[in-house]
């Protein structure tokens, strides 16, 4: 992938939408876009974000994902969103059922981005969910 390509939509078919029905070599062939042996080091992304509706499969898809880059050397660390949920009493005292939680008003926004800013610096991070 390259800089033109960043804030664009993935278009249909491409290695970058990625769905449940990903297959493994799609999976190496996104590895290899990002890690592999023809990405000079400087130019290697150091975040790579996945985006999805709810239960879309995102989750697995970054540790298939994961594994495919440890393969190539890679130390790839998966931070789910899903770890960064405010209690819902913080969003609405009313109950659970009175919370949108595909809004991102339902995030903690700013310890997951501590928590970003913290793993590109090389720190250790703590307090969400850290996969892989």
């Known amino acids: 992938m390259n800089t033109s390509e960043v804030g664009k939509a993935p278009q249909s078919g491409s290695d970058y939408a990625p769905s449940i029905t990903t297959t493994d070599e799609q999976v190496v062939t996104i590895a290899n876009r990002v890690a592999g042996s ?29 594994v495919a880059l440890e393969t190539l050397g890679a130390k790839p660390t998966v931070v789910s969103v899903d770890s960064y949920y405010k209690s819902w009493k913080d969003i609405d005292a009313r109950g659970p059922q009175f919370v949108d939680w595909e809004s991102l008003a339902a995030l ?25």
């Not at 023809?38 to 898809?61: C, D, H, M, N, Q």
């Not at 903690?108 to 892989?132: I, P, R, S, T, W």
Request: charged share 20%.
């Open 38 to 66: 023809g990405v000079p080091a400087a130019e290697r992304p150091r975040l790579v974000l996945i985006a999805g509706p709810t239960s879309s499969g995102k989750t697995t898809f970054a540790l298939r994902l994961c």
């Open 108 to 132: 903690n926004l700013d310890l997951l981005n501590d928590h970003l800013l913290k793993l590109l610096a090389g720190e250790e991070v703590g307090g969400g969910e850290m996969l892989g």
